[in-house]
């Protein structure tokens, strides 16, 4: 398995995934065509919370709604699939969002930027620093992937992506 790690430009924050879990999203990408989709990413931290580990992506819950330009991600199921991974063993939760954008567009749009902001404001989320992964077809039928944080306070970053080793399985509650 191969692991990919993005960090931002300050070096405050660090996220890092699979490359499973970015097939199962790409395979979502590719079933929603010419339609917006996503989901929700989940996951943990580094003991020292340097690193967010991005372990699982959910598809597109059954109540979500999306146009060629637009998405809303549903609730349905999430709550239980949340409380399921809280109470196994490696303790997972919600660390953010991830949606695909259907042309080759993976900037954030006003839109998303404000749903981020509330998001780490919002108490019940429990998550200030919640992480947007964008997809985006590329022209050359290929999927171009970027990341953010929305850090609670400050505007959203752009993560550049770099190499590093796999996530060791520590991580904190």
């Known amino acids: 398995m191969e692991w990919l790690e993005w960090l931002s430009e300050d070096g405050t924050f660090a996220a890092n995934t699979s490359d499973d879990v970015l097939e199962f999203i790409r395979h979502r990408c590719a079933a929603a065509g010419h339609q917006e989709t996503g989901g929700i990413i989940v996951g943990y931290y580094t003991p020292k919370r340097e690193c967010a580990i991005i372990t699982k992506a959910s598809e597109a819950p059954t109540d979500s709604r999306s146009g060629r330009h637009w998405f809303y991600r549903g609730v349905v199921g999430l709550r239980d699939w949340l409380a399921r991974l809280w109470r196994s063993e490696k303790r997972e939760y ?71 080793p796999p996530p060791s399985n520590q991580h904190e509650d």
């Open 94 to 164: 919600y660390l953010g969002e991830w949606h695909f954008h259907p042309d080759d567009l993976t900037d954030m749009s006003p839109v998303d930027a404000a749903q981020m902001k509330t998001i780490a404001e919002t108490e019940s989320y429990n998550c200030p620093q919640p992480l947007l992964l964008i997809v985006a077809a590329a022209p050359s039928s290929s999927l171009i992937v970027s990341m953010f944080v929305c850090p609670q306070g400050k505007p959203p970053m752009r993560m550049q992506p770099c190499s590093v």
